[in-house]
């Protein structure tokens, strides 16, 4: 239906806001390394029993995307879960989020991809308003929590490329499996 891609986008969103909001929360509490572990360790628990009854398979193509998806993805995770712990999770978030700005903009640059007029419009209206939200007097003012979540969202924007890379060949469980199941056994050597 048509309401089914809208309403799937809602869910996400505030599935991501409750476990953000929970970090922020855990994070005064729980080392870092040990939330990140959680938030790795829940995609293998729940898709294992699927592979292993053989209800899904597990064919990864490419282990070097997979490598270069996961370094993305728990540095990423590393610095905005770091930036919630010190800083406003509202503004943090909003930093964070502006990595699908860095994707078009990457995307130009490297693949030479080209964002139709209203992305192209909307991308300096955004930067605007990041820029109108962070309002630094200077770039030396901008606080630590704030270039932390800025470095996580350039991250990010390697974490969602690679994706778009490692979906021409692989299944999104797959892609999961591995990618999550990597940074589930980094991030739990890091807590050892």
Known sequence: SKYKGPLLLMLTNVCYMASHSLTKFLSGVIPVSELMFVRFIFGPLLLLPFFL????SFK????????????????????????????????????????????????????????????????????????????????MAIALPDLLAFGASLLNAGV????????????????????YGLSSIVTGLWMV
Not at 65 to 72: A, D, G, P, V
């Open 53 to 56: 009854k053989g209800t899904l």
């Open 60 to 139: 990864v193509k490419s282990w070097r995307l997979i490598l270069l998806r996961t370094f993305f993805g728990v540095t990423a995770m590393l610095g905005y879960f770091w930036a919630l712990k010190l800083g406003e999770p509202g503004k943090v978030s909003l930093i964070f989020q502006c990595s699908s700005l860095w994707v078009y903009v990457i995307a130009k640059i490297i693949f030479k991809d080209s964002p139709s007029w209203q992305t192209k419009l909307g991308i300096p209206i955004a930067f605007l308003g990041l820029w109108l939200v962070l309002r630094p007097e200077h770039v």
């Open 160 to 179: 969602l490329l690679s994706l778009k890379s490692l979906r021409n060949e692989h299944d999104t469980f797959t892609i999961m499996l591995a990618n």
